[in-house]
Each structure stands twice: as structure tokens, then as C-alpha cells.
């Protein structure tokens, strides 16, 4: 089974910035690098053939180069405990349209429709389950309230393949394709 999901990856120097931005909150699990995107779609698991007719989907999704901005930070909760911190993106409808042409595509492979709203961020961290929300958090939040970018380009449209390990995730790129 293949563990997908289709990404933006945002260009070295804001994934630059957004590392200079981690830090401080304990047992906080922070991206490097290699993990640093915009998940437009989940997939989840899919046998290869599946994966195929994904990638024949995609082949078939056309869009200009997504400009965005970094805007804020923010948290994910579950059960009144954080457990992931990200930066937001304005909103942005060029990148809402896309979220809706890659949904579509990969409808037609047969896939259930995307059921969540498209809450365009990238995550910064994860905290694991049995982390405890500390004051750090908070700091974290009210330090980076304002993070912002000058407009950057989101150039292609990535497949990837997730890794569940013992150190988290680690994405490998499947298919790559130009937006523009």
C-alpha cells in the first residue's frame, strides 16, 4: 500500500523563515526541511493501481503558479490538547480553485470527495500525544502572531508518498508537475 497525499512545497527561503520560527515549545516534534509543505489533498492508502490512476489523474490538472503569503501562526486541537502548530497563508482563491480541480481529478479516479474545508497552512510541529499544553505554546502563539512573508510562488504541484516511522513522517516526492 502507497500512503499518499498532494503537496505544495513552498520555495528554500520561506522554508527558511519558517524554520528560523521553531523553537521554544517542549516536546514540540518540528518539521526539517524535507517536511515543510502545503497538503492540498490527503489520499491516504491505496494499492498501486490506484496510485497509477492518481497519477494519470494529476497528469490532467492545469493551473498558473499559486502566489501566496505567509500569514500567522495557529494551533490544531484535539480533545481541548494542542497537538500540531502551523503558519496560515492568506486566503487566497487561485489556491482554493486548485484544492478544488485536484479534488475533482482525483474523484473521478474513484476516490471519495475531499469532506474537510480547505484551511490552507503548513505545518511548523507536532506534539505528541502525550505532551501537555504548556505556557511555551502560548508564547510561541503570541510571538509569531504577526509572521508574514512577501508573496511567494507555489511552481508545482507534487505527488508524495508518506513514511510513518518511530521519528515521524518522511515524504518522498512521486511526481512532480509545473504549475504555469
Sequence with gaps: ???????????????ADLRAAMGGVQRAHWQDD???????????????????DVVAALDAVHAPAISATISGV???????????????????DPLAALHTKVD???????????RRACRPHITLARLPRSATDTPDIVRFLDRYAGLA??????????????????DGARYTPIERWPLG
Design 34 to 52: 524535507d517536511q515543510i509543505h502545503l497538503t492540498l489533498r490527503f489520499i491516504g492508502a491505496v494499492d498501486r493501481p490506484v496510485a497509477e
Design 149 to 166: 512573508s512577501a508573496p511567494f510562488a507555489f511552481t508545482h504541484l507534487t505527488l508524495f508518498e508518506s513514511h510513518l516511522g518511530h
Design 104 to 114: 475533482h481529478a482525483l474523484v473521478r479516479t474513484g476516490l471519495e470527495p475531499e
Design 1 to 15: 500500500m502507497h500512503r499518499l497525499f498532494v503537496g505544495l512545497r513552498p520555495p528554500p527561503h520561506i522554508r
Design 74 to 92: 495557529g494551533c490544531f486541537e484535539t480533545r481541548g490538547r494542542t497537538d500540531a502548530l502551523w503558519a496560515g497563508l492568506a486566503p487566497n
